[in-house]
């Protein structure tokens, strides 16, 4: 299933796009680490980072890599939302922290740890639906449908809504442009599904007008009542941070779900590790979130001009931050291209690093290991079939797992 690398494509070309397991991208990206690992598209001028030293420094400094590209963005069409406004991930200190501060007031690691006994509960529900069977879809079955029943429970949202609130998970996420030239989202998008976009934005909107007047104990409720001095979230912020959630923890978190089993699959013995000793499953998911990280890259925009490695790059510039590359970067991780459920330290940059470092990290961490545990519990052999991919530059994993079981 994997990685036998073939003959790589000159630095030159650009980076191959993410076709099935990411054979050809991952031999482009150890190739150009090697020769060029600051890379710039000679015909657009982006910036490509490729090692874990150099992806770090860009995380880590906000004042010279911005998160707005607002300057890039086409203006925001009339009569549509605009779930990006005021969206944490695409704002810039000092309003950032303050957004960052209020809805970390409400979406607390207690709130986490209260969800629990609810996501093991319903990842009990999922494979019952599913039991006697000996083949499934991993992701119809249960990694697809569970990170959205468990953000929907934490906003609030009924269940009797669930349906359409999964519906919506997909249209949020727009189709990605070119990434060599740093295109981050296709123009005119917004437009080809504005009837579903003003569905939700009035939809979350009633419920945060619901929670205004009466509190109930849910993250809306919460997240309209954080305060931090003296300010507090617009309704307009509110529901783009809803918006948000659901687009950044459902996909993501589903994509974690399966990437785990591709990675035991692909090495021999971890699945019987777990089962000896399941303390080991928190390390074994940090080598797979390394290891096959859902999101590939992140955008950074240049404020200024500046030197990265021993290269200049001006200000303006986008700056194309790749986390499968700083992941497999043999200078931070020994045998770097080695999936090792025991693997630490693990200094992966898969969650980002920074003031924007994932919020839903000990959510995403939790729910894995709930899901992981309770596989290993139920099932004595898990084996995967063979896997259909996501096929779009930005994301590495899959759409369909078939996997065969047999119950323990
Ligand atoms: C395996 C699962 C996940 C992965 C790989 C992931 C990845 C990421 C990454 C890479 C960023 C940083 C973007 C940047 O630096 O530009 C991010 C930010 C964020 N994520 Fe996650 N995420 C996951 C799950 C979740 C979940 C479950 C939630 C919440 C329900 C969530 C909520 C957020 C939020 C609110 C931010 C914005 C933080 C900020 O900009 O200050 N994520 N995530």
């Given at each position: 299933m994997t990685s036998t690398p073939p003959d790589t494509a000159p630095a030159s070309a650009g980076p191959p796009p993410?076709?099935?397991?990411?054979?050809?991208?991952?031999?482009?990206?150890?190739?150009?680490?090697?020769?060029?690992?600051?890379?710039?598209?000679?015909?657009?001028?982006?910036?490509?980072?490729?090692?874990?030293?150099?992806?770090?420094?860009?995380?880590?400094?906000?004042?010279?890599?911005?998160?707005?590209?607002?300057?890039?963005?086409?203006?925001?069409?009339?009569?549509l939302p605009n779930f990006a406004e005021a969206s944490l991930s695409v704002t810039d200190p000092p309003f950032h922290g303050r957004l960052r501060k209020l809805v970390s007031q409400a979406f607390t690691p207690r709130t986490v740890a209260g969800l629990e006994p609810r996501i093991a509960e319903v990842t009990r529900e999922l494979l019952d639906a599913a039991a006697g069977r000996e083949q499934l879809d991993l992701v119809d079955h249960l990694?697809?449908?569970?990170?959205?029943?468990?953000?929907?429970?934490?906003?609030?949202?009924?269940?009797?809504d669930r349906e359409m609130f999964r519906r919506w998970a997909e249209y949020l996420l727009p189709p990605s442009g070119d990434v060599t030239a740093g295109q981050f989202v296709e123009g005119g998008y917004a437009k080809t599904r504005a009837a579903e976009l003003n569905e939700m934005a009035d939809y979350l909107l009633s419920h945060v007008r619901d929670r205004r007047a009466r509190s109930r104990d849910d993250l809306l409720s919460r997240l309209v009542a954080a305060e931090v001095d003296g300010e507090r979230l617009t309704d307009k912020q509110t529901v783009n941070f809803a918006a948000f959630m659901l687009l950044a923890g459902h996909l993501t978190t589903t994509l974690l779900l399966s990437n785990a089993l591709l990675c035991f699959e692909e090495t021999p013995g971890s699945l019987s590790l777990l089962r000896e000793d399941p303390s080991a499953v928190p390390t074994a998911l940090e080598e797979v979130l390394r290891h096959r990280p859902p999101v590939v890259f992140l955008y950074r925009l240049t404020?200024?001009?500046?030197?990265?490695?021993?290269?200049?790059?001006?200000?303006?510039?986008?700056?194309?931050?790749?986390?499968?590359?700083?992941?497999?970067?043999?200078?931070?991780?020994?045998?770097?291209?080695?999936?090792?459920?025991?693997?630490?330290?693990?200094?992966?940059?898969?969650?980002?690093?920074?003031?924007?470092?994932?919020?839903?990290?000990?959510?995403?961490?939790?729910?894995?290991?709930?899901?992981?545990?309770?596989l290993l519990d139920r099932y004595r052999d898990i084996a995967c079939g063979e896997p259909e991919y996501h096929q779009r530059p930005d994301i590495f994993g899959v759409t369909r797992l078939p996997v065969t079981v047999r119950a323990a």
């Amino acid at each position: 299933m994997t990685s036998t690398p073939p003959d790589t494509a000159p630095a030159s070309a650009g980076p191959p796009p993410v076709v099935g397991d990411g054979a050809d991208l991952f031999a482009w990206l150890r190739e150009t680490r090697r020769t060029d690992p600051v890379w710039i598209d000679p015909a657009s001028g982006a910036c490509h980072v490729l090692t874990h030293a150099d992806a770090l420094r860009v995380l880590s400094e906000p004042a010279v890599f911005s998160s707005d590209f607002s300057a890039l963005a086409p203006p925001p069409e009339p009569g549509l939302p605009n779930f990006a406004e005021a969206s944490l991930s695409v704002t810039d200190p000092p309003f950032h922290g303050r957004l960052r501060k209020l809805v970390s007031q409400a979406f607390t690691p207690r709130t986490v740890a209260g969800l629990e006994p609810r996501i093991a509960e319903v990842t009990r529900e999922l494979l019952d639906a599913a039991a006697g069977r000996e083949q499934l879809d991993l992701v119809d079955h249960l990694a697809g449908p569970l990170p959205v029943v468990v953000i929907a429970e934490l906003l609030g949202i009924p269940t009797s809504d669930r349906e359409m609130f999964r519906r919506w998970a997909e249209y949020l996420l727009p189709p990605s442009g070119d990434v060599t030239a740093g295109q981050f989202v296709e123009g005119g998008y917004a437009k080809t599904r504005a009837a579903e976009l003003n569905e939700m934005a009035d939809y979350l909107l009633s419920h945060v007008r619901d929670r205004r007047a009466r509190s109930r104990d849910d993250l809306l409720s919460r997240l309209v009542a954080a305060e931090v001095d003296g300010e507090r979230l617009t309704d307009k912020q509110t529901v783009n941070f809803a918006a948000f959630m659901l687009l950044a923890g459902h996909l993501t978190t589903t994509l974690l779900l399966s990437n785990a089993l591709l990675c035991f699959e692909e090495t021999p013995g971890s699945l019987s590790l777990l089962r000896e000793d399941p303390s080991a499953v928190p390390t074994a998911l940090e080598e797979v979130l390394r290891h096959r990280p859902p999101v590939v890259f992140l955008y950074r925009l240049t404020r200024e001009d500046t030197r990265i490695g021993a290269v200049d790059v001006p200000a303006g510039r986008i700056v194309v931050t790749w986390i499968v590359s700083a992941n497999r970067d043999e200078r931070q991780f020994p045998d770097a291209d080695r999936f090792d459920p025991r693997r630490t330290p693990n200094a992966h940059l898969t969650f980002s690093h920074g003031i924007h470092f994932c919020l839903g990290a000990p959510l995403a961490r939790m729910e894995s290991s709930i899901v992981l545990r309770a596989l290993l519990d139920r099932y004595r052999d898990i084996a995967c079939g063979e896997p259909e991919y996501h096929q779009r530059p930005d994301i590495f994993g899959v759409t369909r797992l078939p996997v065969t079981v047999r119950a323990a």
